[in-house]
T-cell receptor, first 118, second 115 residues
Framework: AQKITQTQPGMFVQEKEAVTLDCTYD???????LFWYKQPSSGEMIFLIY??????QNATEGRYSLNFQKARKSANLVISASQLGDSAMYFC???????????????FGKGITLSVRP | DGGITQSPKYLFRKEGQNVTLSCEQN?????MYWYRQDPGQGLRLIYY???????QKGDIAEGYSVSREKKESFPLTVTSAQKNPTAFYLC??????????????FGPGTRLTVL
């Protein structure tokens, strides 16, 4: 069974500093994908970054990067140069059973609240 | 603009009533999903559909029903059998082709309150 664990309490970061949000996962499937989503107070879910289990390099998207440690089953999100608009809930999610198509379901963690201080 | 629309944004229901939440997408995605989110919690999958006229139960399908008669539409009915329906409901869609992403795109959500 899949499991996504996000155990950090509410996180605080000073504007312009970097912050790491932790995510560990559990799956017996060798083929899986990991996603991070941002949820502002408005409630919409915004896709941030994706990492495939067979990707050789850590994913990066602008200020977002994913610290993927396969042996430890961790996929931590790093946000560089934090901005006030980064204040939101952040969810880690996993899709297993193949990277594409046949099984497109996601399992989400409980999320982490990030607050950016000016 | 392509995207996902959900209506209504806020919905109030009396106990014992069925209500239907609308979800429409114009992204030409094959797969659609319904999630429930409770305060301070993650998303839990209610139902999903990977093709028209077919859908599967998610982790918390009891008390809910769906239909998928058109590719663009995936309405969710919250029935009176759902014991605690007050929650935030999110609809999503994704492609199912051979792409390494196929990330899910989400609608703005419907906040359902049972009075």
């Amino acid at each position: 069974a899949q499991k996504i664990t996000q155990t950090q309490p509410g996180m605080f970061v000073q504007e312009k500093e970097a912050v790491t949000l932790d995510c560990t996962y559990d799956t017996s499937d060798p083929s899986y994908g990991l996603f991070w989503y941002k949820q502002p107070s408005s409630g919409e879910m915004i896709f941030l970054i994706y990492q495939g289990s067979y990707d050789q390099q850590n994913a990066t998207e602008g200020r977002y990067s994913l610290n993927f440690q396969k042996a430890r089953k961790s996929a931590n999100l790093v946000i560089s140069a934090s901005q006030l608009g980064d204040s939101a809930m952040y969810f880690c999610a996993m899709r297993d059973g193949g990277l594409t198509g046949a099984n497109s379901k996601l399992t989400f963690g409980k999320g982490i609240t990030l607050s950016v201080r000016p | 603009d392509g995207g996902i629309t959900q209506s209504p944004k806020y919905l109030f229901r009396k106990e014992g009533q069925n209500v239907t939440l609308s979800c429409e997408q114009n992204l030409n995605h094959d797969a659609m999903y319904w999630y429930r989110q409770d305060p301070g919690q993650g998303l839990r999958l209610i139902y999903y559909s990977q093709i028209v006229n077919d859908f599967q139960k998610g982790d918390i399908a009891e008390g809910y029903s769906v239909s998928r008669e058109k590719k663009e539409s995936f309405p969710l009915t919250v029935t009176s059998a759902q014991k605690n329906p007050t929650a935030f409901y999110l609809c999503a869609s994704s492609g199912t082709g051979f792409s390494s992403y196929n990330e899910q795109f989400f609608g703005p959500g419907t906040r359902l309150t049972v009075l």
